[in-house]
């Protein structure tokens, strides 16, 4: 499978985005979705993950409240609707999967991932 994210942009702060990242084959039940990101000079941090099966998603808190992770199953899409950005939010911004076995719980380190997206910018104004 192979992912392909897209839906960066610039936006002012307190705006909304929305990400998508489009696999290109089907999304097995057994696969974790998640997003993360990296701003200039930072390390890549946890954003947000879901599990295809359930829909069981887990949020950074740094994004709790303003994010929201949500797939579409036909389409083979997770989404990550972004609101209420703030200029801390701008970075580039990527989505990953992993396979895990059921009840695995959802993984904020992307040591766990196994296959990378290859990233949409997201600029925040004041």
């Known amino acids: 499978v192979q992912l392909q994210a897209s839906g960066g942009g610039l936006v002012r702060a307190g705006g909304s985005l929305r990400l998508s990242c489009a696999a290109s084959?089907?999304?097995?039940?057994?696969?974790?979705m998640g997003w993360f990101r990296q701003a200039p000079g930072k390390e890549r941090e946890f954003v947000a993950a879901?599990?295809?099966?359930?829909?069981?998603?887990y949020y950074a808190d740094s994004v709790k409240g303003r994010f929201a992770i949500s797939r579409d199953n036909a389409k083979n899409t997770v989404f990550l609707q972004m609101n209420s950005l703030k200029t801390e939010d701008a970075a580039v911004y990527y989505c990953?999967?992993?396979?895990?076995?059921?009840?695995?719980?959802?993984?904020?380190?992307?040591?766990?991932?196994?296959?990378w997206g290859q990233g949409t910018l997201v600029t925040v104004s004041s």
């Open positions: 990953a999967v992993r396979q895990a076995p059921r009840r695995t719980p959802l993984a904020a380190s992307g040591v766990y991932y196994d296959l």
């Open positions: 084959s089907p999304i097995l039940s057994n696969y974790h």
């Open positions: 879901l599990t295809w099966r359930e829909a069981n998603k």
